[in-house]
């Protein structure tokens, strides 16, 4: 929770919603091991219909060199990351990103 409250984003882009985790591409291996993480725990979970196709989108700034990691697909969105996160508690203002 710590890692997404400092470097995660829940949004909308084009009245989409999406959650993204941002990182320095030295660090990409980061975010990739947060999709593994992800990614097994919702197939585990056998009250997570439709989590077992978790997928993300990653996207390179070249002028920052910074990676994006997007969970943009609705299903996903609010089958398996708003349950997820339901189950924690936020401690920063973030929780209000998360709300809306």
């Not at 919603?17 to 941002?22: G, L």
């Not at 989590?51 to 398996?80: H, P, W």
């Amino acid at each position: 929770m710590g890692f997404v409250e400092g470097e995660g984003t829940f949004g909308y882009k084009h009245l989409v919603p999406y959650f993204q985790i941002a990182q320095h591409e030295k660090n990409h291996f980061v975010l990739k091991a947060i999709e593994t993480y992800l990614s097994e725990l919702f197939k585990q979970d056998p009250d997570s219909i439709g989590c077992q196709e978790f997928s993300v989108k990653y996207a390179l700034n070249s002028r920052t060199g910074v990676y994006s990691m997007t969970v943009s697909k609705i299903d996903t969105l609010f089958s398996c990351i708003v349950p997820y996160f339901e189950s924690m508690t936020f401690l920063s203002r973030k929780v209000l990103d998360y709300q809306y």
